[in-house]
């Protein structure tokens, strides 16, 4: 069934693991992941960022999850992923989401509360969940821009102030993570900050944190992209380890979009550079479909701990 966050957030965080939130905007993303999720019996969040909702249009991915979720017995939530302003999180709200994000990093402290606020009303009001967020991560998303000396991290001392005056069912924070598969410096030991995340996780008990920019960008991906004809010289991500530390703790939804591109990307470079009379798309994204079914399986058995938890 279409599901809010509020079961699997609860038993997540009582657990000490945490939901993946798969970014989605094509037929085979969906099903790849749903197919992962449902052998692992893991509860899901399927997201749409607004350029998936402009990509694909909001009613071809609200249909397609409605098929995602009536072809297996999974709770799966459908969230917006960074909304930017409330008319796309009513839109949303309207038009069969069950949880939505405001994203108001970018305002300041009291702009971003009353913002959040107005959608929270309007969310729980029609039984909608509302991911808030406080920080700012670096990094590119397609509306959002951030050089890397502009990320702020969360901080702490704000975080009960803002969950209270919000009225907000999670909350996303900024520890070092960033969007994308060029998170740290090539040679530099990637770092995020868990002291933050601990002193939130104290300050807030019991309650829901959110970690975006979480994909581990796989090398073995990378080197396939750039072995079949990419150019994607130094991405890295965030190590898997450090996933795992953050499920443990306060961290029940984390983010994975780069990761899903990758290994659709690699996926398809592969089989075109080995069968270059193909031209069927059928060819080429049978196996792309699967190489994000394997990403997914892995993340979920082997990085966030939610296998079985359905
Ligand atoms: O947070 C960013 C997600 O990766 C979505 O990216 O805005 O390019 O769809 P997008
Ligand atoms: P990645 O770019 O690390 O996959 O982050 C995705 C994300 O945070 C979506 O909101
Ligand atoms: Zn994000
Ligand atoms: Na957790």
Redesign the pocket.
Known sequence: PLVTTTEMFKKAYEGGYAIGAF?V?NMEIIQGITEAAAEERAPLILQV????RKYAKHIYLTKLVEAAIADTDLPIALHL??GADFDICKACVDGGFSSVMIDGSKYSFEENIALTRKVVEYAHAHGVVVEGELGTLAGI???VHVKADDALFTRPEEVEEFVTRTGVDSLAIAIGTS?GAYKFKPGTKPQLRFDILEEVGRRLPGFPIVL?GASSVPQEFVAEVNKYGGNMPGAIGVPEEMLRQAAQMAVCKI?I??DLRLAMTAAVRKHLAEHPSDFDPRQYLTPARTAIKEMVRHKIVDVLGCAGKA
């Not at 960022?49 to 998936?52: I, R």
């Open positions: 970014n905007n960022s607004a350029g998936a992923d960074h998303e397609d509306d969007h975006h983010n979009d780069s």
